[in-house]
């Protein structure tokens, strides 16, 4: 398991752009380590306006 920083982040994610960077990488280490899937380097599609 990685530890993973994000720069500009106190306590917790203010930004949108940050926020969504967090959930990603949460739900990569949930998949990973909680469902057992298989570690992808797929990133949840941007919604579209």
């Given at each position: 398991?990685?530890?993973?920083?994000?720069?500009?982040?106190?306590?917790?994610?203010?930004?949108?752009?940050?926020?969504r960077a967090v959930m990603e990488h949460?739900?990569?280490?949930?998949?990973?380590?909680?469902?057992?899937?298989?570690?992808?380097?797929?990133a949840i599609p941007p919604e579209q306006?």
């Amino acid at each position: 398991m990685r530890y993973k920083g994000f720069e500009g982040i106190g306590h917790g994610p203010s930004k949108p752009k940050s926020s969504r960077a967090v959930m990603e990488h949460n739900l990569q280490w949930f998949n990973t380590y909680i469902w057992g899937e298989a570690a992808s380097s797929t990133a949840i599609p941007p919604e579209q306006p």
